[in-house]
Structures are given as structure tokens and as C-alpha cells.
């Protein structure tokens, strides 16, 4: 079961309504194989998903952690929920749609009292909003789905 964040900048209020993690049908089989593999309708980018077939194509592990996770760009800021996986080496590289950067992974960090942070993967950096430059924001609503 995926959890769904629904987070709001605590001065702003630039909002993101995401779901994350897996859902029911998300069966390594039902996403990366058979006539016609979820996998395209999650990434929606024709060429991840043509490069993450051959591989699985070729033999190349598919690593059990996939799920959809959150992404910013590291210019930007703006924040994407995106599906993740990992096949090999190999994982998705997805473009900002507002700049010619690779969004980023990010993840919950502590925040203040009540508050979360977003912290990136792969970097000691933290978000900030978009907007307003504030980096906390409030969980307005959570739940879960399937
Ligand atoms: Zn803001
Ligand atoms: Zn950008």
C-alpha cells in the first residue's frame, strides 16, 4: 500500500498532493514484464522506459526498493512525485520541465514542530519552497491508498 502526502509550504502555501510508495498491482511482474509492462504508464517518458526494458530484457536485476518517490529539481525547487526504480546501474533520469536540469530525489527530513522538511538524496541540501524560499511545510492531509 502507497501513502499519499498532501503538503503545503507553512508560509506560502505552494501545495503538492502526492502519492508515494506502491500500489496493490504493483507486482514486480505486472511493472516490468509481460505484452504490455505498467512501467510506461508510470515513467511516461518513451525513452526510460525503452532503456529500462532492454535491461530487464538483457538480465539486469531489478531491485526489490521501486515505488513512486518524491523529486525536485535542484535550481528550481518544484516538486514532482516520480516513479524510482533501479534495473542494474541503471535509473530514471527525468528532466525538469521548467529548466534544462535532472530532478533530484528528496526525502522527509525533521522540520520544526509539526512541521517536515525535504531533504535531498543525494546531496546535504536541503528543499526550499519555490515560491517563497521557505524550506518547512505542513502535512495537510495523509493517508493511504491502493
Ligand atoms: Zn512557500
Ligand atoms: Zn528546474
Redesign the pocket.
Known sequence: MGQRHDLRCSKCGYEIDALLGIGMMYAKSNIFEGEKPMLAELVDDTEITNRALKAVAAGEKISDDYGHEFYA?P??F?LFDKFHFKIGDMEPEYH?P??D?FLQRVTFAKGSAGKTRLKFVDQSKFWQCPRCGNDEMVEVKFGNWD
Open positions: 529539481c535550481e528550481d518544484y525538469c521548467y529548466c536540469n
